[in-house]
């Protein structure tokens, strides 16, 4: 309880007024809903709900690309035909045949069947582990048996669909359980029954899908209830992040696939509306998202890809700056990618998206999305990755083979001034610089105390990386650390992170990085920042980093400039990947990653190796939800009385 009331007293610190009152208006709504639904209410359309149409074109060639499934999808589509599916790096999680849609699948627990907006879902006691069973109950895992079953015509994947679909609507009436508390999941659980009709209609006919044997009065029912919900539960102010913007998509998606009448054509031009605006306002003007995560900038750029593609197919498309948005947003991430599509993982990482058609997919779904992007802008020699295939041809495009092949080379350094980034590099080396603004909106959810920290890559082997982010509603000490500052390859003063965190998805006290230079010649190329986290201090203590990439040498030199009055302890943490073997020769750190070898010298520090350490932790890295491996971290200290200037040199090819 006390743990709550300070949750919401910190909570309420970052509300402005009129989002404290906006905040009261919707907890009495909810009252007086909750009392409407306790009497048997629902919202009801006005007019009769048809399918408007299937997100494809009904034509055999589209079809015919995927004329069979491969042994191993179609084994693991059998295996969930009999209750078995893999969830978030998890194998062969027991759901039933039907699904029993109110029973956390990882750890059992059973979910009260209440109002869905009482229940706590931040509470692990009273709901397991959240993210599987909203996982589960996004309905994406339906998506890759609705294809199955336009390509092969199995009666049996159709019936699976349709029982399930039925099902759940039997299970979760309108507003009751835990699969109606957040906007958000409607949303993709909505979006996930677009494709399924759609795949549906590739096979028996868009004017089939009428028919209520396939789209029954129940199903159209709840489709219209999915959507009312949506666009009057939608995540605003201090929440209205990459939620908002994939609330808004569901919305828009839901409302070209459905005839909703005159409400569903309402809601249509809305989410246009508003998508149009977000897109500006939650991106920079270079592409960065503002929410400073690189798993969450490709899902809001997934979102607003997926919402331009069904507008063109519709005709109705949005406007040049919101497609030029995506693609500026596409570029930033193969701009931080390697040469082998190695990536940072900065900020919080989800591991959702906004649709699968496979479920034996395993690559990282960065790579699909940024595949997509390219291939529907500039044309590819091939197209064999699904969400590519199927994305592009919403739009009713088919590939210009023509369009040159995207050139993997890139010109360092890159820039992306106002969302904070910075990229050095060779054909050797690949180097990321974060140092930029906090977050988006008050409470920057998703933002990780990483100000000034590196990521480095050498002949495309990982070894100064971002640890992850492993945990979010549960684990209150792992979830803590993964966002704090020694989890990131920077500096800690006084043992305490650079932003003072307030919540799980939330921040009281921010530091703000800012670029002060960056400089390129044909030798070294160089960039410089500062961050303003520890001037809160008692004595301020104001950080400057500067790193110079020597082309020619092989070599990186990172200054840390503290500026202050006072002794402070100081850190520098370095996090090597869980691939690299790793060990200390007095002040140098060796790491090996599959035959590439570098040396870490800090010379002026006490240095530290630590790996796998409990408490306080340090020395993990978590690739996935729920799934952390140790590896190896250095730590440099230093106690240092006023101004002090640190150095740490990387070297390799040695």
Not at 219 to 229: G, L, M, N, R, T
């Amino acid at each position: 309880m006390r743990q709550r009331l300070q949750w919401t007293y910190n909570r309420l610190k970052l509300m402005n007024v009129l989002e404290i009152v906006f905040r009261v208006n919707r907890y009495l709504g909810q009252i007086y809903e909750k009392n409407r639904i306790s009497k048997g209410w629902r919202p009801k359309p006005r007019e009769s709900i048809r399918f408007a149409g299937p997100l494809f074109p009904f034509d055999k060639e589209w079809t015919q690309h995927r004329h069979s499934i491969k042994a191993q999808e179609r084994y693991a589509l059998d295996r969930l035909l009999h209750g078995s599916i893999d969830l978030l790096g998890v194998s062969g999680l027991s759901i039933g045949r039907p699904t029993n849609w109110h029973r956390e699948p990882f750890s059992g627990k059973l979910l009260p069947k209440i109002y869905g907006k009482s229940i706590d879902y931040r509470n692990p006691e009273q709901v397991g582990n959240i993210k599987f069973i909203w996982e589960l109950g996004r309905h994406q895992h339906l998506v890759p048996v609705a294809l199955a079953y336009a390509v092969s015509g199995q009666t049996k994947d159709l019936d699976y669909c349709l029982k399930e679909i039925e099902n759940f609507i039997e299970q979760n009436p309108f507003g009751l359980g835990v699969h109606w508390c957040s906007a958000l999941e409607v949303g993709l659980r909505v979006l996930s029954w677009c494709f399924v009709y759609s795949f549906i209609a590739l096979r028996q006919g868009r004017d089939e899908l009428n028919n209520p044997q396939l789209l029954p009065a129940k199903a159209k029912q709840s489709i219209f209830e999915h959507v009312w919900f949506i666009r009057n539960f939608l995540s605003r102010y201090s929440s209205a992040n990459n939620h908002l913007i994939g609330e808004l998509t569901c919305i828009w998606v839901a409302c070209n696939v459905f005839d909703l009448g005159k409400d569903g054509l309402k809601w249509k031009l809305f989410a246009h509306e508003q998508l149009e605006m977000e897109a500006s306002k939650q991106n920079f003007v270079d592409g960065v998202n503002k929410e400073q995560s690189t798993y969450y900038h490709y899902w809001v750029l997934e979102y607003l890809f997926l919402a331009y593609l069904v507008s063109v197919g519709s005709g109705t498309p949005f406007t040049d700056e919101f497609y030029q948005r995506i693609i500026k947003m596409s570029f930033f991430l193969e701009a931080i990618q390697d040469r082998c599509g190695n990536m940072p993982q900065f900020g919080d990482s989800d591991d959702g998206v906004a649709s699968v058609f496979a479920l034996c997919q395993k690559n990282n779904p960065i790579d699909h999305i940024v595949r997509a992007v390219r291939i529907f802008h500039e044309g590819s020699e091939e197209d064999s990755d699904h969400k590519a295939y199927w994305y592009t041809s919403i739009a009713k495009k088919k590939i210009n083979y023509n369009y040159p092949v995207y050139e993997e080379n890139k010109l360092y350094p890159l820039s992306f001034n106002h969302g904070g980034y910075f990229i050095l590099g060779t054909q050797e080396c690949h180097i990321v610089f974060k140092c930029g603004p906090f977050g988006h909106l008050s409470i920057a959810a998703h933002a990780h105390a990483d100000a000034h920290s590196v990521y480095v890559s050498i002949h495309c082997r990982e070894f100064l990386i971002d640890p992850g982010t492993y945990a979010y509603h549960t684990k209150q000490k792992w979830r803590n650390y993964f966002r704090g500052t020694s989890a990131h390859n920077t500096v800690r003063v006084d043992c305490l992170d650079q932003s003072v965190i307030g919540g799980n998805f939330m921040w009281l006290k921010k530091a703000n990085a800012w670029c002060e230079g960056i400089k390129s010649d044909m030798e070294k190329d160089s960039v410089s920042g500062m961050h303003d986290g520890y001037l809160r201090l008692k004595d301020p203590v104001l950080h400057k980093r500067n790193l110079e990439l020597d082309k020619n040498k092989g070599t990186l030199i990172i200054e840390d400039h503290l500026e202050c009055k006072d002794r402070h302890d100081i850190e520098r943490f370095w996090h090597f990947s869980e691939d690299c073997l790793v060990w200390q020769v007095k002040d140098s750190i060796w790491a090996e990653n599959n035959g590439v070898k570098i040396c870490l010298q800090c010379s002026d520090a006490e240095l530290e190796l630590v790996r796998g350490q409990e408490d306080p932790p340090l020395g993990w890295v978590s690739r996935r939800f729920d799934y952390k491996v140790p590896s190896w971290t250095g730590v440099a200290r230093n106690n240092i009385h006023g101004d002090a200037k640190l150095r740490t040199l990387l070297q390799w090819d040695i």
